[in-house]
């Protein structure tokens, strides 16, 4: 949502018209404040979002998906006139995935916000079409960008894995941050295990970025239990976040209890562009599995893991890669597994998001069956043997609980040791601050 300069209009993104699979779709219109009137801009059957008034009023940015719009999807910025007319798209960035901020002070580009492996950069792009411009490409980890009413200066936080994230402020002109907060200077010095972004090649020589938190105090002549955390999405992706953050994973805390954690980023991930971002379509467990497999052999011939202390954890799509990986191999002494999907079938009849999982595998399960039986961890379950703990929040619409319990009574009925725990109230992922921290002792 935004208001023209002169406070007469407000331009909004809304769904067009409400229905079963809709969450990927948006439109943009306007409304005349004073008469309440509503004007129809952006209507086509790509999703349009984020819009934002030029300073002189008379033209419109705004997000454009593909069209139709997708899950693993392909958006970029386009300029309309504000009264309405065809859009002009401008260039794509890089991860053909981005967030606009505001219009620069001259009018003539939009500063906008991208994620970059991990990291992240700040962007200029011409509204003439020309090349982007990199603003900004920092050492450490921006997010949360904001850009000033005269489109001079931007605020931001800034944090990086050893530095808690503080606010700044800079220039457009001239990227060069300044502290402007000091939310967390009284914070204990405690002692964090450093980290580093590794990369390795999969299987198929594909190259596979990760983040490596050694333990605190390592020696290189020593080899310590590793632990595979797996993100959700599956187009998330691990960054250069301070590790003693509040996490379900606590990596912070595992570095202290001389543990080495490995975050990768396997193919799907969000952040290394849009091809990378589509490689696990209609192949969850395939080669994203082997590019966390090759990730941990990596790091054992590299001789920091021990091959015989290996766990593995994950939440959300992070459950269901741990639920397949304990069906895989039994390399992993424990696993810890978050609001799993571990049956493709039921995951697609009882989710919120009912689009999700046909737009991955590229139709509905009854059109594909071997398929989603091959790709879901429940009917792989035969050759689970790894002690493994279910974490699950109650009120989840987005994985329901039903999938924690496949897979629960699943295992237990193959008599592998298993516990499950059940958090009340909690949607897919926990918020309340006393079920975070009861996750996090759980996961120690």
Same mark, same amino acid.
């Given at each position: 949502?935004?208001?023209?300069?002169?406070?007469s209009?407000v331009? $909004?993104?809304h769904?067009?018209t409400?229905?079963?699979?809709?969450r990927?779709?948006s =439109?943009?219109?306007?409304?005349d404040?004073?008469?309440?009137?509503?004007?129809?801009?952006a209507?086509s059957?790509?999703?349009?979002?984020?819009?934002?008034?030029?300073?002189?009023?008379?033209?419109?940015?705004?997000?454009?998906?593909d069209?139709?719009?997708?899950w693993?999807?392909?958006?970029?910025?386009?300029?309309?006139?504000?009264?309405?007319?065809?859009p002009?798209?401008l260039?794509e960035?890089s991860n053909?995935?981005?967030?606009?901020?505001g219009?620069?002070?001259? @009018?003539?580009?939009?500063?906008?916000?991208?994620?970059?492996k991990?990291?992240?950069?700040?962007l200029?792009?011409?509204?003439?079409?020309?090349?982007?411009?990199?603003?900004?490409?920092?050492?450490?980890?921006?997010?949360a960008v904001?850009?000033?009413?005269?489109?001079t200066?931007?605020?931001?936080?800034?944090?990086?894995?050893?530095?808690?994230?503080?606010?700044h402020?800079?220039?457009?002109?001239?990227y060069?941050?300044?502290?402007?907060s000091?939310?967390?200077? @009284?914070?204990?010095?405690?002692?964090?295990?450093?980290?580093r *972004?590794?990369?390795?090649?999969?299987?198929?020589?594909?190259?596979?970025?990760?983040?490596?938190?050694?333990p605190?105090?390592?020696?290189? =002549?020593?080899k $310590?239990?590793?632990?595979?955390?797996v993100?959700?999405?599956p187009?998330?992706?691990?960054?250069?976040?301070?590790?003693g953050?509040s996490?379900? $994973?606590?990596?912070?805390?595992?570095a202290?209890?001389?543990?080495?954690?490995l975050?990768?980023?396997?193919?799907?991930s969000?952040?290394?562009?849009i091809?990378?971002r589509?490689?696990?379509?209609?192949?969850?467990?395939g080669m994203d599995?082997?590019?966390?497999?090759?990730?941990?052999?990596h790091?054992?011939?590299?001789?920091?893991?021990?091959?015989e202390?290996l766990? *593995?954890?994950?939440?959300? $799509?992070?459950?269901?890669m741990?639920?397949?990986?304990?069906?895989?191999?039994n &390399?992993?002494?424990?696993?810890?597994?978050?609001?799993?999907?571990?049956n493709?079938?039921?995951?697609?009849?009882?989710?919120?998001?009912?689009?999700?999982v046909?737009?991955?595998?590229?139709g509905?399960?009854?059109?594909?069956?071997?398929l989603?039986?091959?790709r879901?961890?429940?009917f792989?379950?035969?050759?689970?043997?790894?002690?493994s703990?279910?974490?699950?929040g109650q009120?989840?619409?987005?994985?329901?609980?039903?999938?924690?319990?496949?897979l629960? &009574?699943a295992?237990?009925?193959?008599?592998?040791?298993?516990?499950?725990?059940?958090?009340?109230r909690?949607?897919?992922?926990?918020?309340?601050?006393?079920?975070?921290?009861?996750?996090m002792?759980?996961?120690?």
């Open positions: 949502l935004d208001w023209s300069p002169d406070g209009r331009v $909004y993104s769904t067009p409400p229905k079963l699979n809709d990927t779709e =439109d943009i219109s306007s409304v404040i004073e008469t309440g009137e509503v004007s129809a801009l209507t059957n790509a999703s349009e979002y984020a819009p934002l008034y030029s300073r002189s009023g008379d033209r419109i940015a705004f997000v454009m998906t069209d139709p719009p997708s693993v999807q392909r958006s970029r910025l386009a300029v309309m006139p504000a009264k309405g007319g065809e002009a798209l260039a960035n053909a995935d981005l967030t606009p901020m219009w620069a002070s001259t @009018d003539k580009s939009i500063l906008a916000f991208e994620f970059y991990t990291s992240s950069r700040i200029s792009i011409p509204t003439n079409g020309k090349e982007i411009e990199i603003l900004a490409e920092p050492d450490a980890f921006v997010s904001s850009l000033n009413r005269t489109g200066r931007f605020g931001m936080v800034i944090a990086d894995t050893d530095r808690p994230a503080e606010a402020v800079s220039r457009v002109k001239r060069k941050p300044v502290q402007v000091s939310a967390n200077t @009284d914070m204990p010095e405690l002692p964090l295990g450093r980290t *972004v590794i990369s390795w090649q999969s299987t198929d020589g594909l190259e596979i970025e990760g983040l490596l938190t050694l605190v105090d390592y020696r290189n =002549d020593e $310590y239990p590793l632990l595979l955390i993100h959700g999405g187009a998330s992706h691990y960054t250069r976040g301070f590790i953050a996490s379900l $994973y606590p990596v912070a805390a595992f202290a209890e001389g543990y080495a954690v975050r990768a980023n396997p193919r799907g969000g952040a290394y562009g091809e990378f589509a490689l696990n379509k209609a192949d969850w467990g599995y082997t590019d966390l497999m090759a990730g941990v052999d790091l054992v011939r590299e001789g920091i893991a021990d091959s202390r766990g *593995v954890m994950g939440w959300s $799509y992070g459950g269901f741990t639920a397949w990986i304990i069906t895989q191999t &390399r992993f002494k424990a696993a810890s597994i978050g609001a799993p999907v571990a493709l079938i039921g995951m697609n009849g009882t989710t919120d998001i009912p689009d999700f046909p737009d991955y595998f590229g509905e399960f009854w059109e594909l069956e071997e989603y039986r091959a879901s961890p429940l792989q379950i035969s050759n689970a043997k790894t002690p703990l279910i974490q699950h009120a989840d619409r987005r994985v329901p609980i039903s999938q924690g319990f496949e629960y &009574r295992l237990k009925r193959l008599g592998v040791e298993v516990k499950m725990v059940i958090y009340p909690s949607p897919h992922g926990p918020a309340e601050p006393r079920q975070v921290l009861r996750v002792e759980g996961n120690m």
